[in-house]
């Protein structure tokens, strides 16, 4: 017979997300309209699924999106320290051309990245316009290693950009939802509470009919709660994975 375990509690957002896709996949394999009870069940894992999976990647989304930020502003900073080197350098030519350049960068100045994303955005941009402009092409030039800055400048900005547009269709998505933690909570009591005591009930039934579900999401709760055990850095007593 087969022995079903709940799911250990301080499993993570995304492992659970991976672990309800799993047994949503094993459920839509065969027909279950004719138990009202256990497609009951599912109608309230389906839903709830599809919930956190939005806000995980909500979440990823403005985890990239706040990481592309922290690049462009090292490129900000790269600048301005160099042009700043630049300003002290003995050579009067590349002196000269450090002003020149400085005399357009303190126009906006290295504390663009204390700015709101969409206003630093806008400066950066603007930022850019200038230092393609003509009359500023020699003085860079006369810059070693400048250049290949505005460059790299000019690629986290529209690295960030892009971040910053799938940021927001997440966000549409997701919508009025709830947040992933609470999500996770009500996935993990569904999956606990419903479905495995359910299943626990009728394999004993019918063995034939519920063997083979039972026996595939007792194996994928299995393999996650066996991630979960080797990750924690105190054990927790037998009977947590399996009340």
Not at 222 to 227: A, C, E, G, K, R
């Amino acid at each position: 017979m087969v022995t079903v375990n709940k799911l250990i509690s301080n499993i993570r957002t995304t492992e659970i997300d991976s672990v309800s896709g799993n047994i949503i996949a094993e459920y839509n394999k065969s027909d279950w309209s004719g138990d009202a009870h256990l497609t009951g069940i599912f109608d309230l894992l389906k839903p709830a699924s599809e919930s956190l999976t939005k806000a995980i990647n909500r979440i990823k989304a403005e985890s990239d999106l706040e990481e592309k930020d922290e690049q462009r502003d090292s490129k900000v900073r790269a600048v301005h320290y160099l042009i700043m080197g630049y300003l002290h350098h003995p050579d009067e030519t590349i002196n000269s051309a450090a002003q020149t350049v400085d005399a357009v960068f303190e126009h906006y100045g290295v504390d663009i990245v204390s700015e709101s994303y969409s206003t630093e955005s806008s400066l950066i941009e603007s930022l850019l316009i200038e230092f393609a402009k003509e009359d500023l092409q020699t003085a860079i030039a006369a810059l070693p290693g400048l250049s290949d800055l505005i460059d790299g400048l000019s690629a986290a900005q529209t690295a960030f950009g892009e971040a910053q547009l799938l940021f927001e269709e997440e966000k549409a998505k997701e919508g009025t939802e709830e947040n992933a933690t609470k999500i996770k909570k009500e996935v993990t009591t569904i999956i606990n509470d419903k479905l495995v005591v359910y299943l626990r009930a009728m394999v004993q039934v019918d063995e034939t009919k519920y063997g083979e579900l039972t026996g595939t999401v007792a194996q994928i709760i299995d393999d996650m709660n066996v991630i979960v055990k080797k990750r924690r850095k105190t054990s927790e007593p037998s009977v947590a994975a399996t009340e």
